[in-house]
């Protein structure tokens, strides 16, 4: 009887095939579960942190032309705008250039810069003839407008249209399409 009883007692403590399978599979489930779940967690924190590269971007650019343009002068004729003038503003197919001078007298051209090998663009400053990137290459700008609203009894008026997205990984991606406009501290005589 004693032995029969310390048979009950293995057999009670043991786990049957089938529990062991169930246990097995439920755990599976949260297991993936629980990774669909952390793997959402990194493509939202992928896809802020794109968003903030492309703003800080977009920010910085507009804080350097802001500056720049609110100090800029009327022209003498130099720099491709035209005497008495403040600013120019050169059409392209996608893209324009905006041309004006700075207060320490040097010709300024704000463009937008296309790489030919993967057509990515970067903001573009040009002074006493050296071109420089003022934008990361982790940003593509599309399109950069300018929009010259001026007139005999108005305040010349530059308008920006810039469209920008972040390079990387497909589901990272970011685009912002903003638009912003600018003047000069100088008033028409």
Same mark, same amino acid.
């Given at each position: 009887m004693i032995e029969n009883i310390k048979r009950n007692n293995r057999i009670r403590k043991a786990f %049957?095939? #089938?529990?062991?399978?169930?246990?097995?599979?439920? /755990?599976s489930v949260i297991i993936l579960s629980m990774?669909?779940? /952390?793997?959402?967690?990194?493509?939202? +924190?992928?896809r802020s942190i794109a968003t903030q590269n492309v703003q800080e971007s977009l920010k910085y650019f507009l804080e350097v032309i802001?500056?720049?343009t609110r100090m800029a002068v009327r022209s003498d004729g130099s720099c491709g705008v035209a005497v008495g003038e403040i600013f120019h503003v050169q059409k392209g197919?996608?893209?324009?250039?905006?041309? /004006? =001078?700075?207060?320490? &007298?040097?010709?300024?051209?704000? %463009?937008?810069?296309?790489?030919s090998s993967d057509s990515t663009?970067? /903001? +573009? #400053?040009?002074? =006493?003839?050296?071109?420089?990137?003022?934008?990361?290459a982790?940003?593509?700008? &599309?399109?950069?407008?300018?929009?010259?609203?001026s007139g005999p009894e108005l305040q010349d008026l530059?308008?920006?249209?810039?469209?920008?997205?972040?390079?990387?990984?497909?589901?990272?991606? %970011?685009?912002?399409?903003i638009q912003t406009s600018l003047s000069s501290r100088y008033y028409k005589e």
């Open positions: %049957s095939l #089938i529990e062991v399978m169930v246990a097995v599979t439920m /755990f990774t669909g779940i /952390f793997k959402m967690v990194i493509d939202a +924190q992928r802001n500056k720049e197919i996608i893209n324009d250039s905006l041309y /004006f =001078k700075n207060r320490y &007298d040097e010709c300024v051209v704000y %463009s937008l810069a296309v790489a663009g970067r /903001f +573009q #400053i040009s002074r =006493k003839g050296l071109s420089d990137y003022i934008s990361p982790q940003i593509s700008v &599309d399109r950069l407008n300018f929009a010259l609203s530059v308008t920006i249209n810039i469209k920008a997205h972040s390079l990387g990984a497909q589901n990272t991606d %970011s685009e912002m399409i």
